[in-house]
């Protein structure tokens, strides 16, 4: 919007930030100003505004300042991720270990357990962002580490499928903060030419979790065979993992702080370039504010609905295989025992799928279009253990191990909720939204695993395929949506009737208001 625009509608009472200061004149433009930097504007500010005009850093300082910040956050986001992604999958360890046969679990019941964790995630997604904006960030992520530990623990004391079910709805609940958390504290650290590789990265230890996971799962299920512990196995991996979970919720708590502006590992002049490196992200690090504007405005945004058609559409699959990889494999005919272990190289196919082509994305500045060749690769996969016969269960489980790089492009989406949501209540939004179709997609890819089909499953594999397909196009219709509005954008910065705001891109103002920001594809 140009002043000009403004001026055409005297009579229209502006929504958002920028209008305020663009539509204000004179002595009212200096207060309106004042206000904005006060009441709308963005953390950042704080430093901003104290810094002597002229702040610049070298070359050099700014790399230094990048490998601190690389080696005090990404070690906490990815071991707080990894474990994550095993406290949810333990239930699938569990599954061949015992559990079905200890809680007189029938039917489709085994299947409920998987979709119930979501439902938990659901029903607090939105609180949660909501939580995760107003107050300090790392401390509620922080608590919410330790209490999910906490509630993964009691799994192991729950006898029957009535049991199960409340302590699974409780630990979606919990998790639900993590993914939104790490999107946001990305985008506080890092510039957005760097989200996508360093997203890939603390997602990737979902990979490194499966395989240390299937490790750990296959050394208790051998003990617990030969009647080595004084426990079932199933319960031990509970204890196990729960116990690691509460305890590194501490050392997140200690070590992770809430902002650059209060990190305790940086000097001050080291929080001032933290800022300055962001400044073109047109984002800064948070607002506590909410906003009704943006609030309405994410849900006006054609790509929040391709965001979250995406999520809907992709988790079906993830739902599925995430609670039944290890009795796919055992379909294959492989023994339970041999399934905890043959499991792992999926998951080192995650890792280097994740982190090599989140690297691309970002080198070649193209993240859309390496997730949609990542998610071809699953595509294949799933065609492989889909369309082989029986016999050769080998090929099969190399398809099933190729399905393992269908979690980049949930990743590039999520790194661009970082990337190309501006407006801290938008950001939010648009991250809540994403994540309870992640779960409504994650509820509905259990129940395509119907037991009459087993052991081949065929409905199920049919409609991840179907699923895979949808996803490619999806992704690259991002891509065509995005290039088209920077190219408009390019064309209305050269006109003459461009503001540019001094210091906006600390005012907390979305990408659609702020004509400078530039969204990644």
């Excluded at 939104?180 to 985008?187: D, H, K, M, R, V």
């Excluded at 996969?381 to 190399?398: D, F, N």
């Excluded at 809540?432 to 065929?458: E, H």
């Amino acid at each position: 919007m140009s002043a000009a625009d403004v001026e055409k509608a005297p009579d229209h009472e502006p929504d958002s930030p920028i209008e305020k200061v663009m539509s204000a004149k004179g002595t009212e433009g200096i207060q309106a100003r004042a206000h904005l930097t006060e009441e709308d504007g963005d953390e950042a500010l704080k430093i901003v505004h104290e810094e002597a005009a002229g702040f610049s850093m070298t070359p050099e300082e700014e790399r230094a300042l990048l490998r601190k910040i690389d080696w005090h956050i990404l070690p906490l986001l990815c071991i707080v991720y990894g474990l994550q992604f095993l406290d949810k999958t333990c239930l699938s360890y569990s599954s061949i270990m015992g559990i079905q046969q200890a809680a007189g679990l029938v039917g489709q019941q085994y299947s409920w357990l998987g979709s119930i964790f979501y439902f938990g995630y659901l029903v607090w997604e939105y609180p949660t962002n909501r939580l995760l904006q107003r107050l300090p960030l790392a401390k509620y992520t922080s608590f919410n580490i330790i209490v999910w530990g906490l509630v993964l623990t009691c799994m192991s004391g729950a006898t029957n499928f009535a049991g199960l079910m409340v302590v699974r709805f409780f630990l979606g609940l919990f998790e639900a903060s993590v993914s939104p958390g790490f999107a946001l504290i990305t985008s506080q650290w890092y510039k957005t030419s760097e989200q996508g590789a360093r997203t890939g990265i603390w997602f990737s230890f979902n990979g490194f979790a499966q395989i240390f996971g299937g490790l750990v799962a296959y050394g208790l299920s051998r003990g617990d065979a030969a009647h080595e512990l004084s426990i079932a196995g199933w319960k031990v991996v509970f204890i196990l993992t729960g116990t690691l979970t509460i305890s590194f919720g501490f050392v997140v708590l200690a070590f992770l702080p809430d902002s650059p502006l209060n990190a305790r590992f940086l000097t001050p002049r080291e929080k001032a370039m933290a800022i300055e490196r962001i400044r073109g992200n047109n984002q800064g690090v948070g607002n506590k504010h909410f906003k009704w504007y943006q609030f309405k405005e994410a849900f006006t945004d054609v790509r929040t609905w391709l965001f979250v058609s995406y999520s809907l559409i992709a988790d079906i699959p993830n739902g599925g295989l995430t609670n039944f990889f290890s009795i796919i494999i055992t379909s294959f005919g492989y023994t339970s025992q041999q399934s905890l272990l043959y499991g792992c190289p999926a998951g080192a196919v995650e890792v280097v799928t994740l982190i090599g082509f989140l690297w691309l994305g970002d080198r070649f500045r193209n993240r859309l279009v390496w997730g949609a060749f990542s998610e071809t690769i699953s595509l294949l996969g799933m065609v492989l253990m889909y369309a082989l016969p029986t016999e050769l269960k080998v090929g099969r489980l190399i398809g099933y191990y190729l399905t393992g790089s269908s979690a980049t492009g949930f990743v590039v989406i999520l790194s661009l909720i970082s990337s190309n949501v501006a407006g801290y209540t938008k950001k939010t939004t648009v991250s809540a939204l994403y994540l309870i179709f992640y779960c409504v997609g994650n509820l509905i890819g259990p129940q395509v695993f119907q037991a009459k089909d087993a052991p081949r499953y065929t409905p199920a594999l049919i409609t991840i395929i179907v699923c895979f397909i949808l996803c490619i196009f999806i992704l690259l219709g991002i891509w065509y949506v995005n290039h088209r509005e920077n190219v408009r954008r390019d064309a209305l910065r050269d006109s003459p009737d461009y503001v540019h705001v001094k210091n906006q891109e600390f005012l907390d103002l979305t990408d659609g208001e702020n004509m400078e920001f530039r969204y990644r594809c």
